[in-house]
């Protein structure tokens, strides 16, 4: 569990970087929010869905990483091995 919420902190920092990162190259200025109002609608949307992406990316990377680190460490996976499929 502390593992688990430190690597969830440690991926949002990596996951701003990156973000911010990308942004200057597709805009010379500062990411819009939502909350700007003189911001057209498409570059706050880009904006979003490029920061969830990444954030959502870079999470599952963290959280595999981790999980994969753990069973190496004490040969047991912690969580459930496949997803129950029920039809």
Known sequence: MPIGIVSGL????????IFTF??????EEEA???KHRDVPW??????GAL????FKFVRALTDRGTRKGFE???GTW???ERPDLET
């Open 32 to 34: 819009p929010q939502p």
């Open 22 to 27: 990308l942004w200057s190259k597709i805009d």
């Open 51 to 54: 920061q969830g992406a990444i």
């Open 42 to 47: 498409a570059k706050v949307l880009i904006a």
């Open 72 to 74: 190496r460490l004490t």
């Open 10 to 17: 440690l991926a949002g920092q990596v996951g701003k970087k």
């Open 78 to 80: 912690p969580g459930e």
